[in-house]
């Protein structure tokens, strides 16, 4: 018996080689054609490339990890932050539109001004900070004003195998240092950038490629693994398992130093409270969402000599 042959998507990711991205050129496999560009081959502040790259690929998803991350420097160079975070969200979204694509992109926790003790929720007022959290934020409206189908999933406290990040930094401290310190006063899910590539992969199978496009219920999503830690008990929890697979630890897990915030000033301020609630995400798309240890465990399998 002869089956109709089907048409096999195309998708474009941006910002290949970062956490996430790196990340994405896995789990999108399965969905299509994944045409993964990096910085080198699409460069976001060169417009008229991004244009060109996205009508010659002519995809039928775009997601858009890339990103200017460099969250205290951000705020000397803002311009280029704006152009990387604001301007080029916008201009993916319209090339999406006019191509009848969607559009996944990342925003963050950074948004908000991270005030009180519970999950944020998609609709709570936004109050960036930082020029990084401004930039992100103006990244967001230029996607909504450009229209189309768009979906923005903002994550807090990203760690992948690939790139740099706290749990590495904590590992490689871990067995150099004599002590450390560590803010106990800030509290976020630390979230794998594998969670959040499976996550993407599953979105954009269900909701899109299988799913009614006239009912793609597009717009801001919160996405986090569950639970919550401070700084402090994520790296306890990072050194512990890595003592617990016979890692040789300078520092013992259960004598990091919990300190204030305001004892290790940064240039960009950081939110208090990154606690994002998922809710909206979960029950839109039938998601489950682990536990954060989880997540981190399987990434320190992979990072763990
Ligand atoms: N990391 C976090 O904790 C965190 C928290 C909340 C939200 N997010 C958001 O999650 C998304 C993914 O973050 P991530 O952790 O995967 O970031 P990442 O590891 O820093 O990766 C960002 C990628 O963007 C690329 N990039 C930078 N400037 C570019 C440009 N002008 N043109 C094209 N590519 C450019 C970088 O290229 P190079 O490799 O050449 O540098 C890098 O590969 C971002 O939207 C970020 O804002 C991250």
Known sequence: MLHKASRIPTV???GSNGQVGFELRRSLVPLGRVVALDRKACDLTN???????????????????AAYTAVDKAETETELAFAINGTAPG????EARALGSLLVHYSTDYVFAGTGDKPYVESDAVGPLS?????????????????GAAIVLRTCWVAGAHGGNFAKTMLKLGRERDSLRVIADQFGAPTTASLIADVTAHIIDRAWL????????????????????????????VLRYAASKGVELKVDPEAIE??????????????????LSTRKLRETFDINLPAWQQGMHYLLDQLLP
Do not use: C
């Open 12 to 14: 474009l990711v941006t």
């Open 258 to 275: 919990p300190i204030p915030a305001t004892a290790y000033p940064l240039p960009a301020p950081r939110p208090s409270n990154s606690r």
């Open 131 to 147: 020029v990084y959290g401004k930039s992100k934020l103006a990244g967001e409206q230029a996607i909504a004003e450009a229209g």
């Open 47 to 65: 417009i008229d490339v991004l244009r060109d790259v996205v009508r010659s690929v002519r995809p039928d998803v775009i997601v858009n990890p």
């Open 91 to 94: 201009v993916l979204a319209e």
């Open 210 to 237: 299988h799913g009614d496009r006239m009912e793609f219920p597009g717009g801001v999503y919160h996405l986090a693994a569950a639970g919550e830690a401070s700084w402090h008990g994520y790296a306890t929890e």
